[in-house]
């Protein structure tokens, strides 16, 4: 692997399961950072193939929490960083649950930072996809107008401030940036591959900007709960 | 361990903040959940500390949630964030400064990656060149903006209008502070206090008057997680997060929590309704919640801004039994109030935790 972060993140792990005892990810899922750090240093190709198809790399949520704790300066949470680009890069991330909610990842955040400038935004936060961000959040929504004016925000107007408009041009750059950096070719990757599975899973994917369609559905809200615990 | 002990730890983890010209860039979710908190943050160095701080129009995002949904490549992340510095360099500036705690993580792994392998550095130098032309330097400083209150914490303290001190009984109130996992987890030594002893929130604390408290769940992350909260299928690892911590503070009766993380902020809030409305429990007295509070907000209050300009309005856990507390004179008739006083109609109310209404006051 010649990601950098895999260099950084395992160097001579002693298997003391320190990392494992502070993951808050190891307190809901069957899941070791500790394991993750010894299949690696298998080197086993087999092995790492399973795991780039499994459930297990989408379960951290890279809090790193593991790289404080580490008595060697380890960071399992970086190796599931190098080992989810991996899944990506190879279109190993369809074949399991937790791994094809990358397509609802890619739409909501992805397609955010080419929109508006930023991964998350105001009008990107709607009440019935988060119903947590309560009542409260929909009286802020539905008077927008005069809430923001009164705490001095800048939804959609030029200039400095907060949710201003991100001018045309800057858009371009960050698009720009994407292409040449491999950021578009993610994209595609995660759209293409997600249309194949949907396909094999005979749903009705809708269209690109079609958040509503089946299997965006499916991804974003299905959990199964018999798998997914300890 | 003894104060003393603490003490020595976090000299081993000091760190230099630039003293003035800072240039500031915003964050995702502090902008669009807490924007008055940002507003507040320029007041305040701008205003009282007759600071010189600079925002581009032009900046973005650093990609930093899309990096960790992994949505975004490294190599994408590292150039959207020179392209960041890119600005900072034409406009003249030299100490940046992010108002988010996950952008802080992204810009120290960064500038440590650059550090470690240099060729990543180049990489990033001759994709930003051929994406838009531009050029990059690194800061001579990188200081999140709670760094920034911390350092003046004691002129802050000063100028102060009212403290961290229950107005009724003179005693000092309780305070949980909660710190973003991506301050110092990673880079322990980029952060104030390092990361079992973080003073950053702490300070602010001793200065203005309250006391912190102690907790067994201190350091626990708040749960967000990126996509364990992004996906709904996934939120359950986001709220028992919390809740572990909630469970963990509830006996020491803290009257509020201090965050420095946007995130932390808004789940350390919301999922208290959700526990509230769910399974009936509350967390903060008389069936209230704990209010949850950004730095910024705390700066502000103890310095006499008004707490609806401040935008503290938009927490779904009510303030009100705080500023109460406090003693702070505020118009509670303006809660929920355009700006030219005119009424927006109120909010539902949460059913199973108690939320001040106009006829309470």
């Known amino acids: ?230 | 361990m003894k104060q003393e002990g603490k003490k020595h730890i976090w000299s081993n983890y000091q760190k230099e903040i630039a003293e003035d010209r800072y240039f500031y860039v915003r964050s995702c979710i502090r902008q669009t959940f807490f924007p008055g908190s940002e507003n507040t943050f320029l007041k305040i160095l701008r205003e009282v500390l007759g600071k010189d701080v600079h925002e581009s129009p032009n900046h973005t995002t650093c990609t930093g949630i899309g990096y960790h949904c992994e949505v975004v490549p490294f190599a994408t992340t590292q150039t959207v964030v020179a392209r960041n510095f890119a600005l900072m360099r034409d406009a003249g500036y030299q100490n940046y400064t992010p108002s988010c705690v996950t952008s802080f993580g992204i810009y120290t792994e960064i500038l440590d990656t650059w550090q470690h392998f240099p060729a990543e550095k180049e990489k990033t130098r001759a994709f930003l060149k051929q994406a838009t032309g531009r050029e990059f330097e690194e800061p001579n400083s990188l200081a999140h903006t709670s760094d920034i209150i911390y350092k003046f914490r004691n002129e802050i303290a000063q100028k102060a209008k009212y403290q961290l001190i229950n107005s009724e009984t003179g005693e000092p109130l309780k305070i949980v502070e909660h710190i973003g996992c991506h301050y110092a987890k990673m880079f322990p030594e980029k952060s104030v206090g390092g990361a079992e002893y973080p003073n950053v929130l702490a300070g602010m604390i001793d200065a203005w008057g309250g006391n912190v408290i102690d907790y067994p769940e201190r350091r626990h992350c708040c749960g967000f997680g990126f996509r364990q909260y992004l996906i709904q299928a996934n939120r359950g690892y986001s709220m028992s997060a919390s809740k572990k911590k909630f469970e963990s503070m509830e006996a020491y009766q803290p009257d509020f929590i201090i965050t420095n993380c946007p995130g932390c902020n808004y789940f350390l809030d919301r999922w208290q309704y959700v526990l509230a409305e769910t399974e009936q429990k509350t967390y903060g007295s008389n069936g209230y919640g704990i209010p949850v509070l950004t730095y910024e907000e705390v700066a502000g209050l103890v310095l006499g801004f008004d707490p609806w300009e401040m935008g503290m309005q938009m927490h779904q856990i009510d303030v009100e039994p705080l500023l109460k507390k406090m003693g702070i004179k505020y118009n509670a008739s303006e809660k929920f109030k355009g700006p030219q006083g005119q009424e927006l109609g109120l909010p539902e109310f949460p059913e199973h935790v108690k939320f001040t209404t106009q006829s309470d006051n």
């Open chain 1, 1 to 230: 692997m010649s990601d950098v972060r895999y260099t950084e993140g395992i160097k001579s792990c002693i298997n003391c399961g320190t990392c494992t005892a502070i993951c808050p990810a190891a307190e809901v899922y069957k899941y070791e950072p500790r394991s993750i750090a010894n299949l690696v240093q298998t080197r086993d190709e087999t092995i790492i193939e399973d795991l780039l198809k499994s459930d297990t790399i989408w379960y951290c949520g890279e809090c790193m929490s593991c790289k404080t704790r580490c008595q060697r300066n380890n960071a399992p949470g970086l190796i599931i960083q190098a080992l989810r680009t991996l899944s990506i890069e190879k279109g190993y991330f369809i074949h399991s649950e937790k791994g094809r909610q990358q397509l609802a990842l890619k739409r909501m955040i992805g397609d955010s930072i080419l929109e508006t400038g930023y991964c998350v935004h105001f009008d990107n936060t709607p009440h019935d996809m988060f119903p947590e961000s309560g009542p409260i959040w929909q009286w802020v929504q539905n008077n927008r107008q005069s809430i923001l004016e009164k705490i001095g925000q800048n939804l959609y107007k030029n200039g400095d401030g907060p949710n201003r408009k991100i001018s045309k041009g800057n858009l371009e750059e960050l698009r720009k940036i994407f292409e040449v950096t491999g950021g578009i070719d993610w994209f595609k990757k995660i759209e293409e591959q997600s249309t194949k599975k949907a396909n094999d899973m005979v749903m009705n994917r809708g269209n690109q900007s079609d958040i509503d369609s089946q299997y965006f559905k499916d991804i974003y809200t299905h959990n199964d709960q018999e798998k997914h615990n300890r």
